[in-house]
């Protein structure tokens, strides 16, 4: 993806962004007055206009579009109708959360997947082979969501190992090295989840680019030399296996964001896809599109990254 391609699919995103929610059912005020059936407040007909009226949802759609263009070109994501904050200030209070889970589970399941496929390539076709492809493919085919609910079900409702909700335990008054370890406590049932459902991919990838390279003949020179079996391995016959992983691992964070939505709502996890579901739930279009955009963002940085380092790391590919 060059720098182009990349700000025109920018632009599409953000038109997307911009009327997705508003093609959901009612409006904010409605949703949030007795006539959705809930009971956050009640308004008036005439306070559900004068709301309207004071946010430009009365505007026509193309004006607000503009504003909302121009509200970004300033960096201001908008306000939110339900918090009662700016966007932009109570996003930057759930990313952290949602980077610890993302950042954590993709270093996990990348280890765990070229640990795994390494395993299978050096015995390939043998009974360890075998158990190992079939777990692997049990795992990468059960939903995350289900997965998430069978862990919380055995490891913190049956086993109570783990917490049921949330990041940190209310009222701890953890500091330092405690609070850090109540953090990570809560995390690692989410992290499990989205680590042995994103790992499969991995393993293939490096089961198959190893199987592959141990059949070339370079490698049989470098055994004909009296290299070690071990610098054959991971030197010569793994570091070549690893150019295919940087297209999989940002390619992969489209599906890890996805996954991170329905672990948050599972666990009841304070990051930005709880947050997405709450702004859902009360038609809140800002708050919507600025976690749209901060997503959206992130992956087409990520894929236009993961095209950049490949182009350094593979000279062949700077020619085309």
Excluded: C
């Amino acid at each position: 993806m060059t720098i182009f391609e990349y700000f025109i699919t920018l632009m599409i995103i953000l038109t997307i962004n911009f009327f997705l929610p508003r093609l959901m059912p009612g409006d904010p005020f409605l949703h949030l007055s007795g006539e959705a059936g809930l009971e956050f407040v009640t308004f008036t007909a005439e306070q559900r206009e004068y709301f309207i009226a004071h946010y430009g949802l009365d505007r026509p759609m193309s004006e607000q579009y503009f504003r909302y263009l121009s509200g970004l070109l300033r960096g201001d994501l908008g306000f939110s109708y339900y918090y009662k904050a700016d966007v932009a200030a109570i996003i930057l209070s759930r990313i952290p959360w949602t980077l610890l889970m993302v950042t954590a589970a993709t270093f996990f399941s990348l280890l765990l997947g070229i640990f795994l496929g390494s395993f299978s390539a050096w015995r390939r076709e043998a009974w360890q082979d075998k158990v190992t492809y079939l777990l692997i493919v049990i795992f990468s085919e059960i939903p995350v969501f289900l997965l998430g609910i069978m862990l919380l079900i055995v490891f913190a409702a049956g086993l109570g190992l783990f917490p049921l909700s949330g990041a940190i335990t209310p009222f701890s008054g953890y500091t330092g090295f405690a609070l850090t370890k109540d953090i990570l406590h809560h995390a690692m049932l989410p992290v499990i989840a989205l680590s042995l459902t994103r790992a499969g991919g991995i393993y293939l990838l490096v089961r198959n680019s190893l199987t592959t390279i141990l059949a070339k003949d370079y490698m049989r020179t470098a055994r004909a030399k009296g290299l070690s079996e071990g610098r054959i391995r991971y030197r010569h016959a793994l570091k070549n296996a690893m150019l295919p992983l940087v297209t999989r691992v940002t390619m992969q964070l489209g599906g890890m964001v996805g996954g991170v939505v329905l672990v948050e709502n599972i666990f009841a996890y304070p990051g930005l896809g709880r947050l997405m579901q709450e702004a859902v739930f009360v038609r809140d279009y800002p708050l919507l599109q600025g976690i749209f955009l901060v997503l959206a963002f992130s992956v087409l940085t990520a894929n236009l990254l993961a095209d950049l380092l490949y182009r350094f790391l593979d000279p062949r590919i700077r020619e085309i």
